[in-house]
T-cell receptor, first 112, second 113 residues
Framework: AQTVTQSQPEMSVQEAETVTLSCTYD???????LFWYKQPPSRQMILVIR??????QNATENRFSVNFQKAAKSFSLKISDSQLGDAAMYFC?????????FGKGTRLHILP | DSGVTQTPKHLITATGQRVTLRCSPR?????VYWYQQSLDQGLQFLIQ???????AKGNILERFSAQQFPDLHSELNLSSLELGDSALYFC????????????FGPGTRLLVL
């Protein structure tokens, strides 16, 4: 069965600095999709970034980028120029055949 | 605003009762997904419907059931409620294609007393 592991339950970063959140997953499939979702205190789930496993190029979305290492089954999220509004719970997710499996999340604190 | 609506926002009920949660997907989306977020279990996929038909099933209890109606809105029915069913229930929608982004509603917070 597929699993998603986020090994950092909590992280802190200074405002304007860069932080990387880790995610590893386990699958025997070669074709799948990976996501990072953000859940701020409002509890709304917001898509941050999406990666297709068959694409070697790492996805980027403004200040957010990923380091996708398919062989290592690693999918880390880098947040550049961290802002106070980035404070949230971040979930890594694996999607194949419409079933999404979420990691336990990493709570990110932004220090002013 | 994701375009996905869920009602009610909050629900307080007693053990043994039955409740219905409602979800309207984004305009044009054919797929609806239900998730449960609890403190101890994290975010768990429950069930998916595509254009009225059940398409995928996750960790959904037998006491729970769902359906998607011709107008594509969906309802999640929770019966014989237990204290452990207290959670945030999310609905998400997508076009239904492989790996399409799922857009989440604001959730329904259920408290079982």
């Amino acid at each position: 069965a597929q699993t998603v592991t986020q090994s950092q339950p909590e992280m802190s970063v200074q405002e304007a600095e860069t932080v990387t959140l880790s995610c590893t997953y386990d699958t025997s499939e070669s074709d799948y999709y990976l996501f990072w979702y953000k859940q701020p205190p409002s509890r709304q789930m917001i898509l941050v970034i999406r990666q297709e496993a068959y694409k070697q190029q790492n996805a980027t979305e403004n200040r957010f980028s990923v380091n996708f290492q398919k062989a290592a089954k690693s999918f880390s999220l880098k947040i550049s120029d961290s802002q106070l509004g980035d404070a949230a719970m971040y979930f890594c997710a694996y999607n194949r055949d419409d079933k999404i499996i979420f990691g336990k999340g990493t709570r990110l604190h932004i220090l002013p | 605003d994701s375009g996905v609506t869920q009602t009610p926002k909050h629900l307080i009920t007693a053990t043994g009762q039955r409740v219905t949660l409602r979800c309207s997907p984004r305009s044009g989306d054919l797929s609806v997904y239900w998730y449960q977020q609890s403190l101890d279990q994290g975010l768990q996929f429950l069930i998916q419907y595509y254009n009225g038909e059940e398409r995928a099933k996750g960790n959904i209890l037998e006491r729970f059931s769902a359906q998607q109606f011709p107008d594509l809105h969906s309802e999640l029915n929770l019966s014989s409620l237990e204290l452990g069913d207290s959670a945030l229930y999310f609905c998400a929608s997508s076009g239904g294609g492989p790996g399409e982004t799922q857009y989440f509603g604001p959730g329904t917070r259920l408290l079982v007393l």
